[in-house]
Every structure is written in C-alpha cells, then in structure tokens.
C-alpha cells in the first residue's frame, strides 16, 4: 500500500504544479495589462514645434504646439501636427505589441507584424521600425529561478509529466479516486 500511496502523492504534486504554472501564467498576464495601462509614446515633430504623446491603444493623451508653430499657414501646421501625430500612435502600437509579445514568450508574432503593417503604411523599411523598437523598448528583468515566460509551457499535460499507467490488476481504490478527480465528463 506504501507504494500506491507514494505514486498518489507524486501524481497530486504534479497536479498541484501545473496548477501554480497557471496561475504564473495569469499573474503575467495582469503585469501586461499594468504595463499597457502605463504606456506612452511621444513624438515631435523635426521642427520642434509639435509634440504629440499617445497611450495604449494608440489614444492622444496630450498635444502640445510651440509658438512657433504659428508662423506657419495652417495647411503646413495641419501637416506637421499629422505626420507628428501619426508617429506618436505608430510608436504606441509598437510599444504595445512589445509587451504582449514579451509576455507571451513572442509567440504570437506580434511585434513583427506590427512592424510589417506600419512599414508598408508609412512607407519605410521593417529593418528602420525594428531599430526604432530596440531603442524604445527597454528590456523586461526576470526574477531569478523564474523563467522569463510561460507561453511555450503547457499547462496540460506533458509526455514526461503521464502518470504511470496503472497496475494490471483490477485497478484500486486510490486508481477509481484520481480517475474520478481528472474526469471532466461530470458522469461520475
């Protein structure tokens, strides 16, 4: 009965530890959602005179025009508080992607998809956007022991983490437990 006992034990600490990579996986996720809720992005404009500043989402949080700006006729300020406008929402859905893909371990391609849409948009190369996101982004420390993300873990089973397949005997009472515990039908 020892040996039953023992392999009851093992298979619940697995079970208790996939448990605990989820909820390290949904504590990650609540740290994205901090640190786009914290995002900003601000552009100005090559003649200093228009600063724009986006948040998550691409939102304008603050437009800022020098005085200067107003020697200009109203068809250049126009232009100038678009293009500069333009770039402060660019930068702020690069942003974005950054974190989503530094959280979800870049599985979704985010970032490089983003960088591919805003290149054929605003009619520049991947390559300029990819360095623009090098000196935006900085980068995400990881605790130590803690892997740096969990989107390429599983939190079902793995091949390595199968129970040992039961005895050939009839089974036990302890076999009918675990198989009435992980039995997701409801038919028990």
């Avoid at 909820?23 to 914290?38: K, L, R, V, Y």
């Avoid at 970032?111 to 290149?119: D, G, K």
């Amino acid at each position: 009965m020892s040996a039953e006992f023992e392999r009851l034990v093992a298979q619940f600490e697995r079970f208790q530890s996939k448990i605990q990579r989820v909820d390290d996986q949904f504590a990650s996720i609540g740290q994205m959602q901090a640190e786009i809720g914290a995002l900003e992005a601000t552009a100005t404009s090559p003649d200093r005179t228009v600063t724009v500043v986006a948040g998550p989402g691409g939102s304008v949080t603050d437009i800022r025009i020098a005085d200067g700006a107003m020697r200009q006729d109203g068809r250049a300020l126009a232009n100038t508080l678009m293009a500069t406008l333009r770039e402060a929402v660019a930068e702020s859905a690069r942003k974005q992607a950054v974190v989503v893909d530094q959280h979800m371990g870049g599985s979704l391609g985010l970032t490089e998809q983003v960088l591919e849409t805003q290149a054929e948009v605003l009619g520049t190369s991947v390559e300029e956007l990819r360095s623009k996101v090098e000196q935006e982004t900085p980068r995400r420390a990881v605790n130590e022991g803690e892997p740096e993300d969990y989107s390429a873990q599983s939190f079902m089973a793995r091949a390595e983490d199968a129970p040992a397949p039961p005895p050939a005997t009839g089974g036990s009472q302890g076999d009918e437990f675990l198989k009435n515990l992980f039995d997701d039908r409801g038919d028990h």
